[in-house]
Structure formats: structure tokens, C-alpha cells
């Protein structure tokens, strides 16, 4: 028996069109050809793989088992083909091939899971390439251009390549399991008790913070590399630390977890931005992309953050602490970072001290 031949596009396309449309005349109105052209191409794509692919002994062409398997790799064939013709042409308009993203930890995963959603469906055929970080790690993804784009929190001596905008924040608590001494402690707790406890610290995977802690008060604390290992580690009970509200709501609701009144203050906003390389152009899937986290901001998502929004004038402030309410911090530090100010229903922020190690 001789080897299948090549089939043609064309070929495969007409048989698809048998099949979806119920058969060769109706078929042949689908493309606009005759019934007896489209009978012709069937049967020289039967020539061609050696193999009877419809059983014509009935009124209605019928697949035979054979040509239910073929079936379903024409399909393949004609939307890869599809596929490629869709980005050539996008490539053609201007449009990336790929889009790189790196997000701080701490940005709501339900948001990014939402903007990527509308991404795919907006850019079908530009892919995505994307990373977590923590920290300074995400500032340097974006200046090495490893990642276009990132969503980052404020970093103190930011390099002047990289252009940032305000899109919104993240509200922080302190948090401990219940079974945790801190957790024993009826009314405020003192800032002199917290630091006697082991406290759980996301490390910095970079080099742009080198020698420098982000709310850390401990005097004992373990360094961490991801948030999830940090929230096992709460639940366990092995320390107390700060964390995203959302990330650990379910937990507070549960009794897994529970928010510690520090005398200092019970929440904190943690401020957020999108950042990029100034000395390039994003191109227009970066830049669709770009937009839908900076809505956040004005989108009222979860809160109304358009009511709260930071003054364009304070993102150049040099802050020591992350604090929400006077610029004058304890122990004469410099005024506080740029970040909306308190939400309804949230407490005054806690400082997040940054010490040298």
C-alpha cells in the first residue's frame, strides 16, 4: 500500500465544510462553488490519504470511523493555519508577538486574574509571559527589560529610567494564629511585646534594597522567600506578620487567623504602581494592558478608590516610614510615602519602618 499523499488546505477545508454544513450541496453554497467541484475535492483528499472518509451509500454523506479521526485533525490544521494568518497579520499592524508582566505579590490575584481574562479575549494572539515578585525584585525585572511591565510597590531610590503611576493599594494587617501568644493579649498591643516575638519577613530577591528592612519590628524574624509560605507558616503559628487583607479574609472569617490590635495601628495601606522603562515605547497590547491596572484606581473595585486618590505632586517624597496621617513620623523620620488616603471602615495605618539591616 503506497504512503498517504500531501492534502491541500483548500482540501481540508472543503471536507470540514461537508461536515459542519450537513453535506456537499450545502457545502458548496457555504463557499460559493459548485456542488460537483466540492464533490471532486473530496475525492481527490480521499486519493490523496489513501482512505474513504465519507460513506456516500446514504441520502446524507455519512463520516466513516476513519474519517471521524481525520476529522478532528483538519480541524487542528485549519485553526493553527487561522491562527498564524492572525498574528502575521497583527505583526504586520504594529501589534507584539508577546507581552512580559511581572506583579508584586501582594496585588489581589481575583484583579489579575480578571485583567488577563479580558487580555486574552482583547489580544488573542499575543502571548504572555508573566512573573511574581516581591519587592525590589519586580522593579528590577522591569530595569533589566527582562518584563515591559510591572505592578510594584513604592521603592525607596527608584532609578530615574523607570516611570511609575498610581494604581491604588493594598490594605495590610497584622496577623497571627489564634493560638499564638500575641493572639492572647486582650486590648492593644504594645510595640515593646511585638518585637519580643518572632516576626515572618518577605525577603527581597533583589539587589535595590540591600541592607534595608520594610516593616520589619522584631527583634528575631525569619526571611521568607514567597507569600505563601509565609501564610503557612502564620497558620502554624510559628510567628506573627503582616499580610494582604484579602489573601487572608478567609482565614480571619474561619478563626485560622486572627487580626492583632497593635497599638500602632491595626491595618496599613500598602501603595501600588505601575512601572515601566521610560527610554521605550510600549507598544499597543503593553499599553491596553498598562491601562486596565491603572482604572483600577478610579474602577471601585471593592472600595471607592477615585475618593482616595493620591496627589500626583507627593510620588517624589523620600519616606522612611509607609504611614497614613501626619508627615512628621516618631523619632524625626522624613515625611510619609505617596498612597491614597484611608479607606472608610480602616483603621489608622501602622508605620512600616525602614531600618538598615
Not at 485549519?78 to 499592524?93: E, N, T, Y
Not at 519580643?196 to 527581597?204: F, I, K, S, Y
Not at 534595608?212 to 527583634?219: I, S, T
Amino acid at each position: 500500500m503506497r504512503d498517504p499523499g500531501l492534502p491541500s488546505l483548500d482540501q481540508l477545508r472543503v471536507f470540514i465544510a461537508v461536515i459542519d454544513h450537513g453535506g456537499f450541496a450545502h457545502a458548496a453554497r457555504a463557499l460559493h462553488r459548485t456542488q460537483s467541484v466540492i464533490s471532486y475535492t473530496i475525492a481527490n483528499l480521499e486519493e490523496q490519504l489513501n482512505i474513504e472518509l465519507l460513506d456516500r451509500s446514504k441520502r446524507k454523506p455519512v463520516l466513516t470511523e476513519a474519517g471521524k479521526a481525520l476529522l478532528a485533525d483538519a480541524r487542528a490544521v485549519s485553526l493553527k493555519v487561522d491562527g498564524m494568518r492572525a498574528r502575521a497579520k497583527a505583526l504586520s499592524s504594529g501589534l507584539e508577538a508577546e507581552v512580559s508582566l511581572v506583579v508584586d505579590v501582594m496585588f489581589s490575584t481575583c484583579k489579575l486574574v480578571r485583567i488577563l481574562h479580558a487580555f486574552q479575549k482583547e489580544f488573542p494572539t499575543v502571548s504572555m509571559r508573566l512573573r511574581t515578585e516581591a519587592l525590589g525584585a519586580v522593579t528590577q525585572l522591569v530595569m533589566e527589560n527582562t518584563c515591559k511591565i510591572g505592578v510594584s510597590g513604592w521603592m525607596p531610590g527608584t532609578p530615574d529610567t523607570i516611570e511609575r503611576q498610581s494604581c491604588g493599594y493594598v490594605t495590610m494587617v497584622p496577623v497571627a494564629s489564634p493560638d499564638h501568644p500575641l493572639a492572647q493579649i486582650k486590648g492593644k498591643i504594645p510595640s515593646a511585646v511585638l518585637r519580643e516575638h518572632t516576626q515572618l519577613v518577605l525577603t527581597d530577591r533583589s539587589t535595590l534594597t540591600k541592607g534595608q528592612d520594610f516593616g520589619v519590628m522584631a527583634l528575631r524574624d525569619w526571611r521568607l522567600g514567597d507569600l505563601s509560605s509565609k501564610h503557612a507558616l502564620l497558620r502554624s503559628g510559628i510567628g506573627w506578620g503582616n499580610m494582604p487583607v484579602e489573601f487572608v479574609q478567609w482565614d480571619l472569617d474561619a478563626g485560622r487567623l486572627v487580626q492583632l490590635d497593635v497599638s500602632e495601628g491595626s491595618s496599613f495601606s500598602f501603595p501600588l504602581y505601575v512601572i515601566r522603562r521610560g527610554d521605550e515605547e510600549p507598544g499597543p497590547a503593553t499599553r491596553w494592558l498598562m491601562q486596565q491596572f491603572l482604572d483600577l484606581e478610579y474602577a471601585g473595585h471593592d472600595i471607592d478608590l477615585a475618593a482616595h486618590a493620591m496627589p500626583h505632586h507627593a510620588q517624589e517624597a523620600p519616606p522612611h516610614f509607609y504611614r497614613l496621617g501626619s508627615d512628621a513620623q516618631p523619632g524625626g523620620h522624613g515625611p510619609r510615602p505617596p498612597m491614597a488616603d484611608t479607606p472608610p471602615g480602616i483603621a489608622a495605618p501602622a508605620p512600616i519602618a525602614l531600618r538598615q539591616r
